[in-house]
């Protein structure tokens, strides 16, 4: 017996476009923050702004614990639909400096040929950003009914985080998420 929901939702997991356009929706709030376009520094702290994206229950939880906790109007929320609280989003692993999923250099090798993002190194930290095609596909993508949910989670994950470094926000993962230290090397995270 096949299930085609199953298969169907497998078959998603395996898109790398679909991947793509949530890290193109992910890096989009970087660039449009203000005048100038910013970059996200370091592919670590992409993965665990990505890791706040996929797993909605657990980013809810680090922005009541962790994101000025202290101050009620800064209060964020998450946006959690019911469809999304007893689900795995997608698969990532737990890794030495957070959370991890091991397409990311593909993601960025396949977006860095679309000119859709830049990928550079200063120092020991590489930065991604999108380029101006990028800018342009990402803000399409922001409008379109499919994606709308995705965007304001990743608008909320900036304003809360994005200023963060990739150091802080694997830490308050680890300090909101306990149960993720637990995890061996290389185990599959669920919710």
């Given at each position: 017996m096949t299930?085609?929901?199953?298969?169907?939702?497998?078959?998603?997991e395996k898109s790398d476009e679909l991947h793509c356009v949530r890290l193109l929706l992910l890096l989009y709030p970087f660039s449009v923050s203000g005048k100038k376009?910013?970059?996200?520094?370091?592919?670590?702290?992409?993965?665990?702004?990505?890791?706040?994206?996929?797993?909605?229950?657990?980013f809810q939880r680090l922005l009541d614990l962790s994101v000025n906790p202290e101050r009620k109007r800064d209060k964020f929320d998450a946006n959690i639909k019911d469809n999304e609280r007893d689900t795995v989003e997608s698969k990532m692993i737990r890794f030495r400096y957070g959370p991890w999923d091991s397409r990311y250099r593909r993601w960025l090798a396949i977006l860095t040929s679309k000119d859709l993002v830049r990928v550079f190194m200063l120092g020991n930290t590489i930065y991604i950003s999108l380029t101006e095609h990028g800018n342009k596909v990402a803000d399409t993508l922001s409008k379109n009914p499919y994606f709308l949910d995705t965007y304001f989670r990743c608008q909320i994950i900036y304003k809360a985080v994005g200023s963060k470094t990739g150091t802080w926000i694997k830490d308050h993962i680890y300090k909101t998420i306990p149960e993720i230290q637990k995890m061996t090397w290389g185990k599959e995270i669920g919710q």
């Open positions: 299930f085609p929901i199953v298969e169907k939702s497998i078959e998603t376009s910013t970059s996200v520094d370091g592919i670590t702290k992409l993965a665990n702004l990505d890791f706040l994206l996929r797993y909605p229950t657990y």
